[in-house]
């Protein structure tokens, strides 16, 4: 009685004595709160409130914290059990990647991405792959308008060990005048040799191995 007459709420009376709601309710029938109670009552709910709003937020965090970690761990294992060095397994990576990404609607081989890793792996499989000697391999940059295209040439020539020679026209796009790039993007960059036989070895890959795996 003189807890809830200090202000304290059914519920915290409950926790602490462990006696139940239905008993209080039933004790406290004919108490009635002054004013200056009901204000500290209603000051100690909000605190209560913010605080368990505060602690369920941390373990939200912990709880995603850890669930990122077991991800990744099981991810690593994953990747360790793989042959990088199995050319099937490479290729079978590569014909799913252009099956979601790659352009089907001419007869060349050819993919955009923002991805440097991306435009990496695609160029590693078509020379070591496919055997695509280096100069059959031409890049397209697809820029913002405010992007400097020969600074950006030199960019993806580096990183994807290509010479400048191989690179054509940039094309700007006049729809991004007046906004600002992020400093991190780098454009798209369109690879392609013009072997129409290894887009539809992939395309026969990956729709081949879909179709095995479905009606297995």
Not at 48 to 59: I, N, Q
Not at 62 to 67: A, Q
Request: aromatic share 8%; hydrophobic share 35%.
């Amino acid at each position: 009685m003189k807890l809830r007459k200090d202000g304290n709420s059914i519920g915290s009376i409950e926790t602490r004595l462990g006696i139940p709601r239905s008993t209080l309710s039933y004790w406290f029938r004919n108490i009635v709160l002054s004013e200056k109670q009901k204000k500290i009552l209603k000051k100690r709910w909000k605190e209560g409130l913010v605080f368990a709003r505060t602690e369920a937020v941390k373990w939200h965090h912990e709880s995603r914290k850890t669930h990122i970690a077991e991800v990744a761990e099981s991810a690593e294992k994953m990747l360790d059990s793989l042959d990088v060095k199995n050319k099937v397994l490479i290729e079978l990576a590569l014909a799913f990647l252009y099956l979601g990404e790659g352009s089907k609607m001419n007869d060349a081989t050819s993919i955009g991405s923002s991805d440097l890793r991306i435009a990496k792996f695609f160029v590693r499989c078509l020379t070591e792959i496919y055997g695509v000697p280096i100069e059959k391999i031409k890049c397209y940059l697809h820029l913002r308008a405010d992007q400097n295209p020969e600074k950006l040439k030199r960019y993806w020539s580096k990183e994807l060990m290509l010479p400048l020679s191989n690179f054509g026209k940039a094309s700007l796009d006049k729809r991004t005048l007046g906004k600002p790039t992020y400093p991190h993007y780098k454009g798209v960059c369109l690879i392609g040799c013009g072997r129409v036989d290894i887009q539809r070895r992939m395309m026969y890959i990956a729709n081949g191995f879909c179709e095995k795996i479905s009606n297995s």
